[in-house]
Antibody
Framework: EVQLVESGEGLVQPGSSMKLSCVASGFTFSNYGMNWIRQAPKKGLEWIALIYYDSSSKYYADSVKGRFTISRDNSKNTLYLEMNSLRSEDTAMYYC??????????WGQGVMVTVSS | DIVLTQSPALAVSLEQRATISCKTSQNVDNYGISYMHWYQQKPGQQPKLLIYEGSNLASGIPARFSGSGSGTDFTLTIDPVEADDIATYYCQQSKDYPPTFGGGTKLELK
């Protein structure tokens, strides 16, 4: 059974940093592109970052480019999202999901990030 | 970016048919494949893939869900609607980067 389990949830002040993790199981993690997708409270879904299976390429949404960094450790089956210079508009549920060029086949349960003073 | 437009809500009766539409600002077909996907999200849960590449049923999804359309006009059909189907449905395109989602259609009971 495919499982994606995020961690790192929390409340932080504007301008601060935070790092999310996503541990994968039930599939060959090192063969799959991985993504972070977020959902602001009562809002729709926004894709924010993709990393290729071998970390050779990374892509970001304009809304987070230069502030967020996606990375992975295939030896630990773990995906990361380092978030810097956080803003109130980054407040959202953050999901990891697998997929490279098409659909997002499996999603984690999500972690809530709240940016507020 | 490609913009996807969905109606905010749709009211339907149990055991009837629900048709949820998604219109895109650009053609999302390429070489005969529609890069359109559909997800279901229930309150407090993560989205779940229902349909990929326009009309292909994802693993474990009941056959009462189906997808159709091409180019810029796509439809998710649920027939018949069951109580467990009350949720918000999102379309998503992967034809061009960045991947984008529609605003979601909340399926409600009449």
């Amino acid at each position: 059974e495919v499982q994606l389990v995020e961690s790192g949830e929390g409340l932080v002040q504007p301008g601060s940093s935070m790092k999310l993790s996503c541990v994968a199981s039930g599939f060959t993690f090192s063969n799959y592109g991985m993504n972070w997708i977020r959902q602001a409270p009562k809002k729709g879904l926004e894709w924010i970052a993709l990393i290729y299976y071998d970390s050779s390429s990374k892509y970001y949404a304009d809304s987070v480019k230069g502030r967020f960094t996606i990375s992975r450790d295939n030896s630990k089956n773990t995906l990361y999202l380092e978030m810097n210079s956080l803003r109130s508009e980054d407040t959202a549920m953050y999901y990891c999901a697998n997929g490279l060029t098409g659909s997002f086949d499996y999603w984690g349960q999500g972690v809530m990030v709240t940016v507020s003073s | 970016d490609i913009v996807l437009t969905q109606s905010p809500a749709l009211a339907v009766s149990l055991e009837q048919r629900a048709t949820i539409s998604c219109k895109t600002s650009q053609n999302v077909d390429n070489y005969g494949i529609s890069y359109m996907h559909w997800y279901q999200q229930k309150p407090g849960q993560q989205p779940k893939l229902l349909i990929y590449e326009g009309s292909n049923l994802a693993s474990g999804i009941p056959a009462r869900f189906s997808g159709s359309g091409s180019g810029t006009d796509f439809t998710l059909t649920i027939d018949p609607v069951e109580a467990d189907d009350i949720a918000t449905y999102y379309c998503q395109q992967s034809k061009d980067y960045p991947p984008t989602f529609g605003g979601g259609t909340k399926l409600e009971l009449k």
